[in-house]
């Protein structure tokens, strides 16, 4: 699974942004009239441009063993919840191509499956990073924590499996259940059973990413080294050569007016805070 890092935005130079970092660009509509020259008052200057939310950030990362990094039964009853829906999509999905003698459907739809979790894990972390900041409706606590994630990347590696997990496992449950109730097509279930499951485990995944090898499982590492797992996901090569974050930031300023964060010049918000000896020694 990828999840796509735009620190290497963070110096984009100016010629990037349409007017450069300096100035604001503006759009003049014109008052017509009868007399071939413009007086001043005809001219009207209409602002145009929204430049991203300022983010709150605590100043100090949490201490280790800090409560908010550890794992609580409810956490644990979501990942449950979670894993239980997902298996009996892929429990469907097999028990369905066995019956049916067609195993190669089912197979292609949930390499598709896995192929598209990828991509929006993309694509959802791009608008999460550039987009909204903490009083935005449903997403403001994600963006806060995908922030100070960027300052204090090495404090997921502390938070324990079920903590990480569970808010995805959550939207995974409710996602995929109804689905497991409704349907018994091992197609679907291919597909669904893929997806959702890479989905709920991508934060987990991420952790990895962040976590030296010596302290990672063997398969991990040999996962992480083929492009199954982050750091290389399937569409980092093709959406970085192509551009194609580069032209929805585009399409989102000329229509909207809002600029993304990875156009601003970098703040402290942004500044990597490395992790210190005595932290590493309290592992």
């Not at 003049?28 to 001043?40: G, Y």
């Not at 995944?205 to 063997?218: C, N, R, V």
């Amino acid at each position: 699974m990828c999840i796509l890092h735009q620190h290497k935005y963070l110096a984009r130079p100016p010629g990037h942004v349409p007017g450069g970092y300096g100035h604001r660009p503006v759009t003049c509509s014109v008052i017509t009239t009868n007399n071939t020259k413009l007086k001043p008052t005809q001219l009207t200057i209409h602002q145009r441009l929204q430049d991203p939310p300022t983010l709150v950030i605590s100043t100090s990362p949490p201490v280790f063993n800090d409560p908010s990094l550890q794992s609580t039964w409810v956490h644990r009853a979501w990942i449950a919840a979670g894993c239980a829906t997902v298996l009996v999509s892929l429990a469907k999905a097999i028990v369905g191509a066995a019956a049916s003698h067609n195993l190669l459907e089912p197979m292609l739809t949930g390499y598709i499956g896995y192929i598209l979790a990828d991509l929006a894990s993309g694509v959802y972390h791009w608008g999460i990073d550039n987009y909204g900041d903490e009083s935005t409706p449903i997403f403001g606590s994600q963006i806060e924590a995908f922030q100070g994630h960027h300052r204090w990347p090495w404090i997921i590696t502390r938070r324990q499996f079920a903590n990480n997990v569970h808010a995805l496992a959550r939207a995974v449950t409710f996602f995929v259940l109804p689905i497991d109730l409704a349907y018994n097509d091992p197609v679907l279930h291919g597909f669904v059973g893929m997806c959702s499951g890479c989905i709920m485990f991508s934060q987990q995944f991420h952790a990895w990413a962040h976590s030296t090898k010596s302290k990672l499982p063997p398969l991990v590492v040999e996962l992480q080294d083929v492009g199954l797992l982050v750091s290389r996901g399937v569409w980092n090569q093709f959406l970085d050569q192509n551009r194609i974050f580069e032209a929805l930031e585009m399409v989102i300023y000329f229509n909207l007016g809002v600029r993304p964060r990875s156009w601003c010049e970098p703040t402290s918000g942004w500044t990597e805070d490395v992790e210190t000896q005595s932290q590493v020694t309290l592992q």
